[in-house]
């Protein structure tokens, strides 16, 4: 049976532990075992210890995984939870095949516009309120280095929930 490590920013909502156990129960009615952040076992009380413990069991969670399905929604902003865009970096890193889902395919630059102030700038790009130019226009809906880590890898990063990903796994196995 094939892992898989959930990857994404549910850990933050304050039922966490009652979706992450749905999206493992999803993923075993396909088949596959899944993994989330809650699966480590972090003992240590002190705060800077726990978030280290944290880290590691996560990063030993991956490695156990064949498979990454990453939330790539946009987090607290316009772009992916930036735990989120590491794992699929360290999955990447690890030869892990990688997919992951959104709700919006639109272009990045559009989305990054839904979500905050821009303005019109000289250059022909928006410009944010903290002085960064919106020139990362290559059609991408999420960051290009997370992107092409999810093709790259055999992966795929597609319009839908979950549900949506371990349809097209199973379709293809």
Not at 30 to 48: H, I, M, N, Q, V
Not at 91 to 106: E, M, P, T, W
Not at 148 to 159: N, P, Q, R
């Amino acid at each position: 049976m094939q892992s898989i490590y959930l990857a994404g920013p549910e850990v933050f909502l304050p039922n966490a532990m009652e979706i992450l156990t749905k999206a493992k129960k999803l993923c075993d009615t396909f088949g596959f075992r899944a993994f989330s952040p809650f699966d480590g076992e972090p003992t240590d009380k002190l705060e800077l210890a726990k978030a280290k413990q944290i880290f590691k069991e996560n990063i030993s969670l991956i490695n156990q995984c064949d498979i990454l399905i990453a939330n790539c929604n946009p987090f607290r902003g316009a772009c992916v939870d930036d735990g989120t865009a590491f794992e699929i970096g360290y999955a990447y890193s690890k030869g892990k095949r990688i997919f992951g889902y959104l709700n919006d395919k639109r272009i990045l630059p559009e989305i990054v516009k839904s979500k905050i102030h821009t303005i019109s700038h000289p250059s022909g790009y928006a410009i944010d309120d903290d002085g960064y130019l919106l020139n990362e226009d290559f059609g991408n809906s999420i960051n290009l280095m997370l992107e092409f880590s999810i093709l790259d890898s055999g992966g795929d990063l597609v319009l839908g929930d979950l549900k949506t990903v371990l349809n097209l796994l199973k379709s293809r196995s």
